[in-house]
């Protein structure tokens, strides 16, 4: 049984699309990382699957439970760790005081140990915690009841690198254990050093799953070579080479095969050569060209994000407001 089964899952804010006609599976002991930029629907398709919001079609099972189905996706929270991307944790109580309950709710195995894990002081109000340390209390309520499926949004959004690594840590001890996670960033390479598999968020649309390694080979070589002859452009500008630049070396991008690039620099003399797999950025960024596929609803819907690209950053635009926001059953605080 896969841990998260999603389909066709749009969901609407008023005229607002929040996400549109989403499918994907997360395997059992599976890394699936949710990737996108700011107001992609990364937390939309998060908090409709945990059954925060109601879907406005669509649906999804977790660890086997009917997401939409209030009484099913309650039982499924007991065995789900949710790690919201902007804790609203209640400032005036203390850490522990906050842990208490949570642990009241689904109990509280590894509390002390993540407690000491992560340096955390319990006795001090939640206000008067810096930014990290209260991602710290939500990450250990979060984890603390050894959940078998993990729902974190923007895991380590605050947290100073050390504590990024002790995170990726006990992301892959708790996988050792049998759970499976679904993680959203906006992080290229957070996503990449944990995830098995990707989806691609933009602007509410699953534009592309690809395992890690498929993308990374997507993403082809940066070669940079230097030759004994003067260089004509225009013998580089053929099919599989992308970012030309042509100075005392040429440097570009590859994604054609070997022996199409020995046959590319078949007519020169070769000084020197140097050959490396290109960033995952080179190959993320293709997902963010052109026209977003698929349908949109409402002319007005997604009204802050209709400028392209991936560098747009629409979130702010309709958090705000409360247009279409659904009541909650059970407060967002008592699932994690
Ligand atoms: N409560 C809400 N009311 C109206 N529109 C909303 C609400 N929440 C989100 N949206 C809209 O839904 C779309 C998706 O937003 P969402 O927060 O899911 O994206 P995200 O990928 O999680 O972004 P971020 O990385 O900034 O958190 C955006 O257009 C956003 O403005």
Not at 42 to 50: G, P, Q, V
Not at 52 to 66: I, N, R, V
Not at 189 to 216: N, T
Not at 271 to 283: C, F, I, K, R, T
Request: aromatic share 6%; charged share 30%.
């Amino acid at each position: 049984m896969p841990a998260i089964e999603c389909r066709d899952l749009s969901k609407y804010y008023g005229d607002v699309r929040g996400v549109e006609d989403v499918s994907f599976t997360v395997e059992d002991g599976e890394v699936f990382g949710f990737l996108g930029p700011n107001g992609a629907g990364k937390t939309t398709a998060i908090r409709t699957l945990l059954g925060f919001l109601s879907p406005t079609s669509g649906g999804a099972t977790l660890l086997g439970h009917d997401a939409t189905d209030p009484v099913e996706s309650r039982r499924a929270r007991e065995r789900i760790g949710y790690l919201p991307g902007d804790p609203g944790l209640d400032r005036d109580r203390t850490a522990k005081a906050f842990l208490d309950h949570q642990a009241a709710l689904r109990g509280a195995v590894s509390r002390d140990e993540l407690v000491e894990r992560f340096g955390l002081d319990e006795s001090r109000r939640i206000a008067d915690l810096s930014r990290g340390n209260r991602q710290k209390v939500a990450l250990v309520a979060a984890f603390m009841h050894d959940p078998d499926l993990l729902l974190l949004d923007e895991p380590t959004s605050g947290l100073d690198p050390l504590l990024q690594e002790e995170f990726a840590g006990l992301v892959r001890e708790r996988l050792d254990d049998g759970a499976s996670v679904l993680l959203s960033s906006h992080v290229l390479g957070e996503v990449a050093a944990l995830c098995d598999r990707v989806g691609v968020l933009r602007e509410g649309h699953l534009v592309a799953v690809e395992s890690v390694s498929d993308l990374r080979s997507r993403g082809g070589k940066r070669v940079r070579v230097r030759v004994a002859e003067d260089v004509d452009r225009t013998d580089f500008e053929v099919r599989g080479t992308m970012n030309l630049r042509v100075g005392e070396t040429v440097s570009f991008t590859w994604t054609g095969g070997y022996d199409a690039l020995i046959d590319l620099l078949g007519g020169y003399t070769v000084l020197d050569l140097d050959v490396v797999d290109a960033p995952l950025e080179e190959a993320f960024m293709t997902f963010y060209d052109g026209d977003v596929p698929g349908p949109t609803r409402g002319g007005g819907g997604g009204a802050t994000h209709d400028g392209g690209g991936a560098t747009r950053d629409g979130g702010g635009g309709g958090h705000g407001g409360d247009a279409g926001r659904d009541a909650t059953a059970e407060s967002e605080g008592d699932a994690r």
